[in-house]
């Protein structure tokens, strides 16, 4: 069973603040994709990445992939209160085609 | 991006009634569409994958006579909560997959209540 191990899991920071949220996992994925919700919605997709040691960059937010296509990270650099929510990373299977989902970070910056 | 749709966003139903949940993908023909559950402040959990014209694969501990997916249609799939109860109530999510494509675009989540 692949599994991915989300971290932290909850995280209240201050306005200004950066802050990584990691996935890990020891199964190798085909691609890793991040979304952000908020309460009463659907997860928005944030960005999706496919080769290992892959960076993305969308405004302050960083995403990484890992060499082995194990692991991702999300980086946000000088965090707004409009970045709060739910952030889950899901890895696609190559096996089954099914998103394996992180338990999710719940991300609370305080202004 | 791809843009799903979910209808109705809110129901409240009473116990024993039935409920059905659509997901439409407006602008991408869907192949493939997905049927997830959410708890309060919890990552999602994939009821479902159905693929257009053929029977739905459940996953493990999902009860296939009382959660009916019909994915009839390239844009189209629905869930039907047959004799729902209290603990049926949640958020139920779809999302959907184009046909040479890996990503999954998610609809805006129906939130069930049964009394």
């Known amino acids: 069973t692949q599994l991915l191990e989300q971290s932290p899991q909850f995280l209240s920071i201050q306005e200004g603040e950066n802050l990584t949220v990691y996935c890990n996992s020891s199964s190798v994925f085909s691609s890793l994709q991040w979304y952000r919700q908020e309460p009463g919605e659907g997860p928005v997709l944030l960005v999706t990445v496919v080769t290992g040691g892959e960076v993305k960059k969308l405004k302050r937010l960083t995403f990484q992939f890992g060499d082995a296509r194990k692991d991702s990270s999300l980086h946000i650099t000088a965090a707004q209160p409009g970045d709060t929510g739910l952030y889950l990373c899901a890895g696609l299977s190559g096996n089954t085609g099914k998103l394996i989902f992180g338990q999710g970070t719940t991300l609370q910056v305080k202004p | 991006g791809a843009v799903v749709s979910q209808h109705p966003s809110r129901v409240i139903c009473k116990s024993g009634t039935s409920v059905k949940i659509e997901c439409r993908s407006l602008?991408?023909?869907?192949?493939?569409m997905f049927w997830y559950r959410q708890f309060p402040k919890k990552s999602l959990m994939l009821m479902a994958t159905s693929n257009e014209g053929s029977k739905a694969t459940y996953e493990q501990g999902v009860e296939k006579d009382k959660f009916l997916i019909n994915h009839a249609s390239l844009t189209l799939s629905t869930l039907t909560v047959t004799s729902a109860h209290p603990e049926d109530s949640s958020f139920y999510i779809c999302?959907?997959?184009?046909?040479?494509?890996?990503?999954?675009?998610f609809g805006p989540g129906t939130r069930l209540t049964v009394t």
């Open positions: 999302s959907a997959r184009g046909p040479e494509s890996y990503e999954q675009y």
């Open positions: 602008d991408f023909q869907a192949t493939t």
